[in-house]
């Protein structure tokens, strides 16, 4: 039996690695974090195929535990940063989403929220896009960011300031669809 579902998990990582590692690193630009990120998930399914019942959706189990690695990560990362008024929008964002650990409902509204936050991410337009993911997600100052892409500090504060203003009036709908179930 052990050597069947070796076999079973080791043709599952060949088949989902690179779209996994490419979902991650879509949201995860230090490559290192990514590379753990992987890691982890990876390990989660070899135990998890272990442990408890074969998986029969591989594929999509392994990018909702990596979707979930990825907004632990975001906490704590936003925790850990003295936070300004629209880094505790972010974190109030991130608080409101149900715990992945409050049962199958709250997995499936949290997947749900996620899908749609990602989905208003990819709509921004590059430049927004690029600032608010360096900033919010990956927790780098505006004054590096200035000094990597040759951009004003103001110009990198008005597109960020754009970005949230589209993900908020985006999200809107959503949220309060969700406040009211």
Known sequence: MAVEQNRVIAAAVRRERARLRAFIRRRVFDPGEAEDILQDVLLELVLNYRLAQPLDQIGSWLLRVARNRIIDLFRRRTRARTTSETDSDMAAIVELLPSPE?????????????????????????????????????????????????????????RKHYAVLHLRSRLQEVYEDWQQE
Do not use: C, M, Y
């Open 102 to 158: 409050a049962g199958p409902d709250a997995t499936l509204a949290r997947e749900a929220l996620l899908e749609q936050l990602d989905e208003a991410i990819r709509e921004l337009p590059p430049e927004q896009r690029a600032v608010f993911i360096a900033h919010e997600i990956d927790g780098v100052s505006f004054k590096t960011l200035a000094a990597r892409w040759g951009v004003g500090v103001n110009t990198l504060l008005s």
